[in-house]
């Protein structure tokens, strides 16, 4: 009955907005009412502007993702000459290779007690970095190193990012900007001489990406109505499956040269770059924070002519806070550009809850990606399931979002990764024997792909609720402190990765129970469904001050 009456509300209201433009009275309205009510909620406008910029989401996990496989302990290794026997005692006790074909991972022998030049990867030395410099036995958990490093740039990128994009560049050339660096960086990694200065690389390349989500998450959830800001955030997260289930068939090609493979995604952002993101509109609302309203109106203007709609003559927009004039109106948006999310109690409370619980999930959306090869099947087939498993992850959180509160399936999706995580080890068959063609455990990898299909609904309804539960002032910015807990938890799981070369299980228990705990914490949050964005910190206190008074 309330959502009716509220229907009803609105109507009302748009048909007295309507009633004034036709009078020919000046007509100021926010820009979620010109959306609304004359714009269109979501046509082909907004559809074709989310469809140019979530594509860049495509480049994003290529370049988070990738080093699943250029960083991949090799499988197997092979004998290549017998051990040379000069007489000498020490020589003579050298451990004897021959005629040996061993498992990458310690079965079937182990490489680390033989003499160098005896042995070689099967794959090829410069199949991995691993391979190529000898991240093995006591020198393993280097290999790890890469990946911690790239998540702790995302981490530190994401603060910057999200405050230019609020306060100076805004969303469309932070994006600009992010991609530019994104291929210069994945392409000088290709050019790493050592693991420490691939290490350094893999900093700046995460540092670079970590613009393109959140701005693109932004800029593709300011441009619709409230009723498919969830389903239009989910359309990122569409392309970020696609670009995860691209990896396993560029890395097949590259698989005798993982700096190819660096040289082949760093071709994208670039591309991108120069043919579609000059066709990216500015957020309107961002232009409006920053008292570009003409600027802002032109682009309403033109979303509302591609879907065969036409603004009223008359129409303003109104201030994001208490209508102002003239030097009034300047002070307001100077003291909006100054309102901090940290300085605002219940706003910096709700974004602690928030960066806890997305830390859980970083670590465990990432983690179960890249333990991938701790599971004993092929490692393009396991990459490819779980890149496919994104796919029903991103339909069913977008089908869900359309009618379900965001707290309530955030919190299921996370319990069913713990429980589904938990349960792999009961069906862990441990290490491949030398001979055992049979591989991995199936029932482990089908409940690993059903958690990790929860994991990936949990982490884009993560986003899309964050989006919520902030004002545009400081969105991009709590979206960048999101991406940052997100990151300092992906940080972590390669080492949890590394570990689970020893012990798979215990990888699969800390995940679990990190992902239950992410569940219950998101509880203490507020449900934001069919919320309006709100457009300042202090029209949003105000705003949910008022509705809890109401309740």
Aim: net charge neutral; hydrophobic share 45%.
């Amino acid at each position: 009955m309330k959502g009716g009456e509220e229907e009803e509300a609105k109507e009302l209201v748009y048909g007295i907005n309507i009633e004034m433009a036709e009078r020919g009275t000046k007509l100021e309205l926010t820009v979620d009412e010109v959306v609304e009510g004359y714009v269109g909620s979501l046509g082909i406008s907004q559809i074709l502007h989310v469809l140019l910029v979530s594509l860049a989401w495509i480049f994003d996990s290529q370049n988070a993702l990738v080093t699943i496989f250029s960083d991949a302990q090799p499988p197997s290794w092979r004998c290549i000459s017998p051990p040379f026997h000069s007489g000498n005692s020490t020589a003579e006790m050298a451990p004897v290779c021959s005629s040996v074909v061993g498992d990458g991972k310690g079965g079937g022998g182990s490489v680390c007690g033989l003499p160098p030049g005896t042995w070689e990867w099967v794959g090829g030395n410069r199949s991995s970095t691993v391979a190529e410099w000898g991240l093995i036995c006591n020198r393993r958990f280097l290999a790890g190193v890469p990946a911690s490093l790239f998540f702790l740039g995302s981490l530190l990128g994401s603060g910057v990012f999200g405050f230019l994009a609020d306060a100076y560049l805004g969303r469309k050339r932070a994006v600009l900007l992010s991609c530019i660096l994104t291929s210069t960086t994945a392409f000088l990694t290709s050019l790493s001489p050592n693991i420490w200065i691939y290490s350094l690389l893999r900093f700046a390349n995460g540092f670079s990406r970590s613009g393109i989500g959140i701005c693109c998450l932004v800029l593709s959830t300011e441009s619709v109505g409230r009723k498919w800001r969830g389903q239009v955030g989910q359309y990122g997260f569409f392309f970020f499956s696609a670009g995860f289930l691209s990896l396993p068939l560029i890395a097949y090609h590259c698989r005798t040269s993982w700096r190819s493979l660096y040289q082949v995604i760093s071709l994208f952002p670039l591309v991108y770059s120069l043919l579609f993101l000059p066709f990216v509109s500015e957020s309107p609302r961002w232009l409006l924070v920053k008292g570009r309203s003409k600027e802002a109106l032109e682009i309403l203007q033109r979303y509302a002519r591609l879907n065969g709609k036409k603004l009223p003559s008359n129409l303003t927009l109104a201030n994001p806070s208490v209508s102002q004039v003239g030097g009034e109106a300047l002070a307001e948006t100077k003291a909006n550009d100054k309102e901090s999310l940290w300085s605002t109690k219940w706003a910096a409370r709700r974004m602690i809850m928030v960066m806890i619980t997305g830390f859980g999930v970083g670590f465990v959306y990432y983690g179960i990606q890249l333990n991938v090869e701790n599971l004993n099947f092929n490692l393009y087939f396991t990459v490819a399931v779980n890149a496919l498993m994104e796919i029903p992850a991103v339909v069913i959180g977008t089908v869900l979002l359309s009618f379900t509160n965001r707290r309530l399936l955030f919190s299921q999706s996370a319990f069913i990764t713990g429980v589904s995580c938990i349960l792999c080890i009961v069906f862990s068959r441990g290490r491949r024997a030398k001979g055992d063609e049979s591989g991995g455990s199936w029932p482990q990898l089908i409940l690993e792909g059903i958690g990790f299909m929860a994991a990936s609904t949990a982490f884009d309804v993560l986003y899309i609720y964050c989006v919520e539960l902030f004002p545009t002032n400081v969105r991009n910015f709590a979206v960048s402190m999101l991406r940052q807990a997100l990151m300092l938890g992906a940080s972590i799981s390669p080492a949890m990765v590394v570990i689970g070369r020893l012990s798979p299980s215990l990888s699969f228990l800390v995940f679990g129970v990190l992902s239950i705990f992410s569940g219950i914490l998101s509880l203490w949050l507020p449900e934001t469904k069919n919320a309006p964005l709100y457009e300042t910190l202090k029209q949003q206190e105000e705003d949910e001050k008022q509705s809890n008074e109401v309740q």
